[in-house]
């Protein structure tokens, strides 16, 4: 199983940036996909999750209604589409899979644990300049 994270790089302050992460997995329409980052120094964090079923999406506070979170299951894949970036943006972007034994998801809250996940991607780069 693979998850391959792309579209990062260097943006400036106020500009977007769109991240992909292609999966290959044969149900990946099954699985709830997730993003975190990890800034230098600091704990991977929790940026937008979607679930399979429905979908719905969720958001950390501090990327709300600035990033959005979207699937094509046609394609196996998720995005994440990143708008009006800042420093604070920057970071190691982490795509994830939870088969969550490809059942609905009752808590949309638990896409925020980590521990979760049985695939992470390998991480892409997203540096924003001020």
């Known amino acids: 199983v693979q998850l391959q994270a792309s579209g990062g790089g260097l943006v400036q302050t106020g500009g977007s940036l769109r991240l992909s992460c292609v999966a290959s997995?044969?149900?990946?329409?099954?699985?709830?996909m997730a993003w975190f980052r990890q800034a230098p120094g600091k704990e991977r964090e929790f940026v937008a999750g979607i679930t399979w079923s429905g979908p719905r999406t969720t958001y950390a506070d501090s990327v709300k209604d600035r990033f959005t979170i979207s699937r094509d299951n046609a394609k196996n894949t998720v995005y994440l589409e990143m708008n009006s970036l800042n420093p604070a943006d920057t970071a190691v972007y982490y795509c994830?899979?939870?088969?969550?034994?490809?059942?609905?998801?009752?808590?949309?809250?638990?896409?925020?644990?980590?521990?979760?996940?049985?695939?992470w991607g390998q991480g892409t780069q997203v540096t924003v300049s001020s």
């Open positions: 994830a899979a939870d088969w969550n034994n490809g059942t609905p998801r009752s808590m949309i809250g638990s896409l925020r644990l980590s521990a979760l996940y049985d695939y």
């Open positions: 997995l044969r149900t990946f329409s099954r699985y709830d």
